[in-house]
Structure formats: C-alpha cells, structure tokens
C-alpha cells in the first residue's frame, strides 16, 4: 500500500473524527457526553467503574466527562454507603429531558449518515469493523 494513500485504520480515525463533528452539530451534545448519559439511562444508578466497564472508557477519562455533567445538574454523583470508596452515578431529571429532547435529533443524524447506503454494503462495514474490534482486543491484552 502506498505511504500517500490512508490505509482503513487512517481511515477508520478519520471517518470517526467527522463524526463525532457532525453528531455535536446536529444533535447539539458531544458524542462522548451523550453516551455517558444514555448509558446511565440504560444502567440506572452505577459505580463509576462499572460505568467505566460498560462504556469501555478509561475511568479518568471519564471523570472528566461527568465533572461538567455533574456542574450542569445532569448527573449527580454520591459515594456509595456500602463502600464509601466506591462512587455511584445517577442520570438526573435534567439529564432525562435533555435525552428526551434530544433523541429526534440524533434519530435523524443516524438516518441522514446511512441514507443511500445499501444493506449489504451496511453489513460488510459491519463485519469488518467486528473483526477490527476483536482483533485490537486481543491485540491489547
């Protein structure tokens, strides 16, 4: 493959990057902040380690995320009274309505990225970035 030609890994970055651009435009919220919050709609209250777990996100990297979550009222954290060691998070009212709110917006930037793109290519695409994902498990063990 040729130095000047971006192989599919420079690619994947690439593509991920305009993404995440164009989701915080059309939805209004950073995917990263989006996806704390609706996993902890999913989760109900959680640690933050196991938040950390399911979003497969470095815990300080999500610290970060939920700091300015929490300043906003969106999120509230506590320590856990079976292990004050342990933090747990909860979605807050606020943090609901603004998944409410926002859900048809993100409901169309998913159907405007994939529109015209064919089943079989979507599956391919798929297939390929599973593969991807299990490889650099692995690779990271």
Same mark, same amino acid.
């Given at each position: 493959m040729s130095e000047r030609q971006p192989n599919l890994l420079q690619q994947l970055?690439?593509?991920?990057?305009?993404?995440?651009?164009?989701?915080? /435009?059309?939805? /209004?919220?950073?995917?990263?902040?989006?996806?704390? =919050?609706?996993? $902890?709609?999913? =989760?109900?209250?959680?640690?933050?380690?196991?938040?950390?777990?399911? $979003?497969?996100?470095?815990?300080?990297?999500?610290?970060?995320? =939920?700091?300015? $979550?929490?300043?906003e009222k969106l999120v509230r954290?506590?320590?856990?009274?079976?292990?004050?060691?342990?933090?747990?998070?909860?979605?807050?009212a606020a943090g609901e309505a603004l998944l409410r709110e926002a859900a048809p917006q993100r409901q169309a930037f998913f159907d405007q990225a994939l529109s015209g793109i064919d089943a079989e290519s979507l599956e391919t695409a798929m297939r390929v970035l599973r593969q991807l994902e299990e490889r650099f498990r692995s690779m990271g063990r």
């Open positions: 970055g690439r593509s991920s990057r305009a993404m995440y651009g164009a989701f915080e /435009g059309q939805v /209004g919220q950073a995917l990263p902040r989006w996806r704390v =919050l609706k996993a $902890l709609e999913e =989760l109900g209250t959680a640690s933050q380690k196991r938040l950390a777990c399911h $979003l497969q996100m470095d815990p300080g990297a999500l610290t970060r995320q =939920l700091k300015p $979550l929490e300043a954290r506590n320590a856990d009274p079976a292990d004050n060691r342990q933090t747990l998070v909860t979605l807050d």
